[in-house]
């Protein structure tokens, strides 16, 4: 299980890989439209934020904020195509908190 899973790629190249995972999350209350459509907002937002303090980064996995960018694209895409594709593995959940 992928919890919160979001929209990111875990759950979709897991069971490419023959893995049995599911995701859970608040934000699956949303259509796979709608999602990706979140998403494609919340990546031009964070790259937005994250331009004034990019030279303050260590960009050896990415790259550069480009680099960031397109990643986070492609996961949205995956997340998105699969979750079209095997609807059943993207449940809507809200966990239980824990109150002192």
Not at 26 to 33: G, K, R, V
Not at 73 to 84: D, G, M, T, Y
Request: proline content about 5%; some cysteine.
């Amino acid at each position: 299980m992928d919890c919160p899973a979001g929209a990111c790629s875990f759950t979709a190249e897991a069971n490419r890989y023959g893995l049995d995972v599911v995701a859970c999350d608040i934000a699956y209350d949303y259509t796979a439209d709608d999602l990706e459509r979140k998403g494609l907002q919340e990546v031009a937002h964070a790259i937005e934020q994250m331009e004034p303090a990019a030279k303050q980064y260590d960009w050896g996995y990415f790259g550069t904020i480009d680099g960031l960018r397109l990643h986070r694209l492609q996961a949205l895409r995956e997340c998105s195509a699969h979750r079209r594709e095997e609807a059943h593995r993207y449940v809507p959940a809200v966990l239980p908190s824990r109150r002192p």
